[in-house]
């Protein structure tokens, strides 16, 4: 499936041009400019993780706190105006046996806490929706298995989405520019989310069980979704698994989190997820639309 898209991008545009016109739909999941702290959780694993994260950082806090009123109790008391003459033991068996015993008590309960998290995400259960995943430099291929559909994805604004109507608007790939945001607003899109959003999405169903199945054409690439709480490897010449179940409809973004080359910033993911009802309208559309060929197989059956 893997084309050179510079080359393709006008037989892309012309194919993928029913996908571009994205319903509108609250965007849950994006980073936001001068905000800190996790994006909003709309899975299981995301608040499992966003809790441990949180309760690790209570005790990481007070174990700072604990260490540096330690050392102030040391430069007050000890030091040499108010202890001129140093004591001269070089045990403390009671004191080496807290600071031996105390951090493994620590390290156990956070343990017992962070292990069920991770066979939580390890643990695959039974899907009700089956996608493949596949990493490319530098867009997503996706397989719907279930169905036997599939396409590829790309950042508007790479070369693959740009059309003689762009040129002409004065649009050009990778710039934010007035047209750019014309058409990210055509494609369904906030005009703040170049560089997020992509001319297909992947599109599931609220409260039903995904799992993805992740790899690699080329080099090591990433699929992460952060609303989500997974985070995937996808490596060349092997499958590994991932599986979420998105508990509010909306939009998601994401980002290839692997560096993965030099158009490493421009592979983006977005998965909407909408009601069943819908879903199921948007599987009859897709299947007719993709025909079970991704989109660059028919690009380069155009040529």
């Known amino acids: 499936m893997k084309l050179n898209s510079s080359l393709l991008a ?19 999941g994006k980073p936001h400019p001068g905000l800190m702290g996790f994006q909003p959780a709309a899975t299981e694993l995301a608040r499992d993780l966003q809790g441990l ?10 174990i700072t706190l604990f260490v540096i009123a330690l050392i102030a109790i040391v430069v007050v ?11 001269s033991f070089t045990h403390n068996s009671p004191l ?10 620590i390290l156990v309960f956070i343990g017992a806490f962070s292990l069920p998290v991770l066979f939580k995400q390890q643990e695959i259960p039974e ?30 604004g790479q070369p693959a989405t740009m059309t003689s109507e762009d040129d002409d608007a004065g649009a050009q790939a990778y710039v934010s520019s007035d047209a750019m945001k014309a ?21 599931i169903p609220v409260n039903k069980v995904v799992v993805m199945d992740v790899t690699g054409a080329d080099v090591i690439h990433s699929w992460t979704i952060p609303a989500f709480g997974v985070k995937q490897d996808a490596v060349p010449g092997r499958i590994a698994q991932l599986w979420f179940k998105a508990e509010k409809e909306g939009i998601y ?21 909408v009601s069943e009802a819908e879903y199921e309208k948007w599987l009859e559309q897709a299947k007719e639309q993709y025909a079970g060929t991704p989109s660059s197989m028919k690009v380069a059956a155009l040529n």
């Open 77 to 87: 008391r000890y030091n040499r105006r108010a202890n001129p003459t140093p004591a």
């Open 127 to 156: 899907g009700e929706v089956h996608i493949k995943v596949t990493g490319y430099q530098w867009y997503w291929g996706y397989e719907y298995t279930d169905h036997e559909f599939a396409f590829d994805s790309y950042m508007i």
């Open 183 to 203: 058409k990210l607003k055509k494609a369904g899109y906030n005009e703040d989310e170049f560089l997020l959003a992509t001319d297909t999405q992947v599109v």
């Open 96 to 105: 080496e046996i807290a600071w031996t015993i105390i951090p493994i008590v």
């Open 53 to 62: 994260d949180h309760l690790i950082l209570i005790i990481i806090s007070a």
């Open 253 to 273: 973004f994401g980002q290839c989190s692997e560096l993965c080359g030099k158009d490493h910033a421009y592979m983006p993911i977005t998965v909407k997820v």
């Open 10 to 28: 006008a037989a892309a545009a012309f194919i993928a041009a029913p996908a571009l016109a994205q319903d509108a739909v609250e965007t849950v």
